[in-house]
């Protein structure tokens, strides 16, 4: 009841303060009200910072499960309360690639990315190299055959989306330098190029009797081509001589993963994705209470409230999970 109170109160606060005496125009007000009259202003105007300040206290604040919620921040705080359609929380190449497909196909969708790491902008090649975003040290390999993958779900699924690639990081590219509102986050603050290459493919050297030797690509995965070891060292002569051969899978390819998050974050900003990096915006909970108001409250204090929240940050999945009972179970 307090609170609710605090809150219908606080416009009136403002009122208050804003006729203090504090210069000459007001000491004439004030001197012109009568002595009841003034100290009634001043009981009211004292009342309602009471009120104000309690709202304030701070209160204990973790991750929740369905059965407990939010006692967090007061209401006062809520004009810090942020109506959102979508949140996603991390930024890295996932949640990114993510933001921008929804910014660019749905209308009218208001995207937030939230994360605690602050990417280095305009900045020489070795500084974007200091981060701890795991997107930054990917490999950023796209070569199913590469990695020998069986028939299956997963290997229709990587070249789907192989296949898909190249269109895809040319739309990066080409928003990345739509705007200038991007620009201090492209790879060295002007390249946009994300580093796509899908000439050459990948060589998989074999040695006598290793897995790769012995094993046979699926037909479903495309071009294979097996080369023996005198081809296969025309091709790359600095392999290892004891290789007796190896793979060479023609439409594997690569992509820079560092100029891709930079670009990505270009491409994002360019399309109207709010993007909040630092730690005021690292995520302390959620609060799924209320299946049809969820909340998202961040390190500043900021509660985010919106339609739909899409997690991609792994340490906040796994620390959410562990609240409500739920434990990942590691596999290889």
């Known amino acids: 009841m307090r609170r609710e109170t605090a809150h219908r109160f606080g416009r009136l606060t403002i009122a208050v303060a804003s006729i203090i005496p504090c210069h000459s125009t007001n000491y004439y007000i004030m001197s012109r009200m009568g002595p009841l009259l003034q100290l009634s202003f001043w009981l009211f105007a004292?009342?309602?910072?009471?009120?104000?300040?309690?709202?304030?206290?701070?209160?204990?604040?973790?991750?929740?499960?369905?059965?407990?919620?939010?006692?967090g921040i007061s209401d006062i705080r809520h004009s810090f309360q942020a109506k959102k359609d979508i949140v996603i929380i991390g930024g890295s190449l996932a949640g990114l690639s993510i933001a921008l497909e929804l910014a660019t196909s749905t209308n009218d969708v208001q995207v937030t990315v939230l994360d605690s790491t602050v990417p280095a902008i305009e900045q020489s090649e070795v500084e974007f190299g200091k981060t701890n975003i795991a997107s930054m040290a990917a490999a950023g390999m796209l070569a199913p055959m590469s990695e020998r993958l069986p028939s299956g779900p997963l290997l229709d699924l990587c070249l789907d989306s192989r296949a898909m690639y190249g269109s895809w990081v040319e739309k990066v590219e080409q928003l990345a330098q739509s705007s200038t509102l991007g620009k201090k986050y492209l790879w060295n603050g002007s390249e946009h190029d994300v580093g796509y290459r899908c000439n050459g493919g990948f060589l998989a050297p074999a040695f006598a009797g290793d897995g790769v030797a012995t094993w046979a690509p699926p037909v479903e995965g495309g071009e294979a081509i097996w080369l023996d070891h005198s081809q296969i060292m025309e091709m790359e002569n600095s392999l290892n001589p004891e290789i007796v051969g190896g793979w060479w899978f023609p439409t594997?390819?690569?992509?820079?993963?560092?100029?891709?998050?930079?670009?990505?974050?270009?491409?994002?900003?360019?399309?109207?994705?709010?993007?909040?990096?630092?730690?005021?915006?690292?995520?302390?909970?959620?609060?799924?209470?209320?299946?049809?108001?969820?909340?998202?409250?961040?390190?500043?204090?900021?509660?985010?409230?919106?339609?739909?929240?899409?997690?991609?940050e792994q340490s906040f999945v796994t620390s959410l999970l562990k609240g409500i009972g739920l434990n990942f179970i590691e596999t290889k």
Not at 47 to 69: M, R
């Open 252 to 312: 594997d390819a690569s992509v820079d993963a560092r100029r891709l998050t930079c670009s990505l974050r270009a491409a994002c900003a360019n399309s109207g994705v709010e993007l909040c990096f630092g730690d005021d915006y690292r995520v302390k909970g959620i609060d799924q209470s209320d299946k049809k108001n969820i909340k998202v409250l961040v390190e500043s204090g900021i509660t985010y409230e919106p339609k739909k929240v899409i997690c991609f």
């Open 46 to 71: 004292l009342f309602s910072i009471v009120l104000n300040v309690g709202a304030f206290i701070p209160l204990n604040v973790g991750v929740v499960s369905k059965q407990k919620c939010f006692i």
